[in-house]
């Protein structure tokens, strides 16, 4: 397993503000409330369009009426005998851990999931999460949003002006999106980027609705950038870095990088052959409320990498560093897919910390792993 995956919110962009929030709750337990929301939007039981109505022409809206007729045929690109099920949709836990659910839309083997669920620091930053929606084939949304997507997948945070700031140790409350149809190609499809964009902004603005809050979301698509394509790079330009190689003479040319397009809260360059499970990530997080996702990965997986401004881990297959900086916590990562890559591992973290470190705006940062000669 890839192990991958800001406290200020990601400032949002002051040309094209994206989110005015306005609370509207008073005296509700929060928690509660945004349990309700999530059961409202996304409902329970299984729907299925009936064989005589046509294929979109069901009344009701799917999961909980996040969905119209339309933008299932979106999804599903016009494909009939789509089913709904909603199971079991939603559980309010007395923890921060907040709400959860999934709605899932379903015709023969291909499938679209909906999930509303809180990063946290034990699975999402070390798991499968960030392993598929960090990925540099995921574009940035822009206008300041807390988001990316895909073809094949996107996501987006909650405003924390509607949901309560999560407490250090939690990330945001995300809604994200999963299309199933099958392996992605070499080249993003804009087209189906732009629906699962489009959707999973629907989501969010339907559950923010559902809880009480005013404002809303608007269509990210003009602000998404062109979509990554892997590229050429100088020989002391890993991953497009200026100064960043690997040792001694030896270089990746098998495999191009693919490298994440846009300004957003993560930066990724995958090299290798699956796009969720690279054989090499080097990943920047720049948002503190999603670096806080990697804060137990940063403090206990590996052997302790010690600084005055942040900690870290190394090991044969990983090596990652939490830095304090100005804007809050970010994380910079080199992951392997195995460890027969521990030396390369070693090798470019203290230098792709310090040139990322200068980009984001760290300053200087220079680190030492455990065991490398002064």
Known sequence: MMTATPDAPHAPDARTPRWHPRRLLRGAPRTALIAAAVGALLGAGVTAWRADAGPFARAAGWCGGTFDDADVERLFR?????????????????????????????????????????????????????????????????????????????????????????????????????????????EVD?????????????????????????????????????????????????????????PGKRTYEEYRPLITEGAGPVRTCDRGNGPDRPDLRLMTVSDPRLAQVFDRLAADAGTPVRHDRGRGVVRADLGVFQAECPTGPVVFLVAAEDGERAGDVRALLPDYVRAEAARVGCGELRITLPGAAD
């Open 78 to 186: 016009g494909s009939p005998d789509v089913t709904g099920a909603q199971l079991p949709l939603w559980e309010s836990r007395r923890s921060t851990s907040g709400p959860a659910g999934t709605c899932r839309l379903t015709t023969g083997t291909w499938q679209v999931t909906v999930r509303v669920h809180r990063l946290d620091t034990r699975y999402a930053g070390a798991g499968r999460w960030a392993d598929e929606f960090l990925g540099a084939r995921l574009s940035p949304l822009g206008g300041g949003l807390l988001g990316m997507a895909s073809d094949t997948r996107a996501w987006l945070a909650l405003p924390d002006g509607c949901t309560g700031r999560a407490d250090r140790g939690e990330g945001p409350t995300v809604v994200d999106v999963v299309n199933g149809s099958g392996n992605p190609g070499d």
């Open 190 to 246: 804009v087209r189906d980027r732009a629906v699962l964009a489009r959707s999973v902004v629907r989501a969010v603005n339907a559950l923010t609705t559902a809880e009480g809050c005013l404002g809303s979301v608007a269509d990210p698509v003009e602000d998404l950038p062109a979509p990554p394509e892997h590229r050429e790079e100088a020989a002391d330009a890993f991953c497009g870095i200026k100064g960043l190689r690997l």
